[in-house]
C-alpha cells in the first residue's frame, strides 16, 4: 500500500493523551510528517496514527517517528518526523476496495462438487477469485482454511460469478460469508504487506 492522495493525519500522544492533525507528505514509501515545533510529536518506536487518504480511505496503524530539523527552507514547519508504518490496525475503506494479487493453490471443499484444488488469484475482505477445473454452480458455497499472517482461519465463500476460459479450467468470484472473528483484520495487515513487498 502506498499512500499517494495523503495530505493529513490525526497522531495518539501517548504522553498527554492529545490528539493532534498533522500535516502529511507522502512519496511512494516514504512518509513525512511536518512538526511546528520540536518536541511537537516524541520519537517513538511504536506510536498510533491515522492516515486520511481519498483513495484508499482510513488507515489505522501503529508507526516509529525519528524527529529532524527540516533542510527545506521554503518549508512553513521547522521541523519533521520521518515515519515507518509498523503494523496496520484497521481499514476504513474508501472508494476501493483494497485487494491483493496472489497465486495460491490451496485444497477447497465444494458443497455439492466435494473436494476441489483452487489457484487462488486475488483476495479481499470482501471475497475471493481462484481458479479451478472443477465446475461450479451459480450460488454453490466452498470452503477452505488459510492462514494471512499467523492464525489459521477456516472460511466459507459463496460463488457470485463464473468464467470459462474453454481450456478446462474456470474462474470464480466469490463473497466470503461470515469471516471469524480477527479474520477481516488480518486479511487487511496480509494486503498491506503484499503491497510492501514484506510477504509473498
Same mark, same amino acid.
Given at each position: 500500500m502506498v499512500l499517494n492522495n495523503c495530505t493529513v493525519c490525526s497522531v495518539y500522544v501517548p504522553e498527554d493523551g492529545a490528539l493532534r492533525r498533522i500535516r502529511v507528505k507522502c512519496a511512494g514509501d516514504r512518509i513525512t510528517l511536518f512538526l511546528k515545533r520540536e518536541n511537537e510529536l516524541p520519537d517513538s518506536e511504536r506510536i498510533r496514527i491515522d492516515f486520511f487518504d481519498g483513495q484508499i480511505g482510513c488507515i489505522k496503524t501503529y508507526c516509529e517517528l525519528i524527529v529532524r530539523r527540516n533542510n527545506d527552507s521554503s518549508a512553513a514547519e521547522p521541523w519533521i518526523a520521518d515515519c515507518e508504518i509498523l503494523d496496520v490496525a484497521e481499514i476504513i475503506q474508501g472508494r476501493r476496495n483494497l485487494r491483493a494479487k496472489m497465486e495460491r493453490e490451496i485444497p477447497m471443499?465444494?458443497?455439492?462438487?466435494?473436494?476441489?484444488?483452487?489457484?487462488?488469484?486475488?483476495?479481499?475482505?470482501?471475497?475471493? %477469485?481462484?481458479?479451478?477445473?472443477?465446475? /461450479? *454452480?451459480?450460488? !454453490?458455497?466452498?470452503?477452505?482454511? #488459510?492462514?494471512?499472517?499467523?492464525?489459521? %482461519?477456516?472460511?466459507?465463500?459463496?460463488? /457470485? *460469478?463464473?468464467? !470459462?476460459?474453454?481450456?478446462?479450467? #474456470?474462474?470464480?468470484?466469490?463473497?466470503?460469508?461470515?469471516?471469524?472473528?480477527?479474520?477481516? *483484520?488480518?486479511?487487511?495487515?496480509?494486503?498491506?504487506?503484499?503491497?510492501?513487498g514484506q510477504i509473498w
Open positions: 471443499n465444494s458443497f455439492k462438487q466435494g473436494e476441489l484444488s483452487g489457484d487462488i488469484q486475488n483476495i479481499s475482505t470482501d471475497g475471493i %477469485y481462484f481458479i479451478t477445473r472443477t465446475r /461450479l *454452480r451459480y450460488d !454453490d458455497t466452498v470452503e477452505f482454511c #488459510y492462514s494471512f499472517v499467523e492464525k489459521e %482461519y477456516p472460511l466459507k465463500a459463496v460463488v /457470485l *460469478r463464473e468464467e !470459462d476460459f474453454r481450456d478446462g479450467r #474456470y474462474g470464480y468470484g466469490c463473497r466470503f460469508l461470515e469471516l471469524p472473528k480477527g479474520a477481516e *483484520r488480518d486479511i487487511q495487515q496480509y494486503i498491506f504487506k503484499r503491497e510492501h
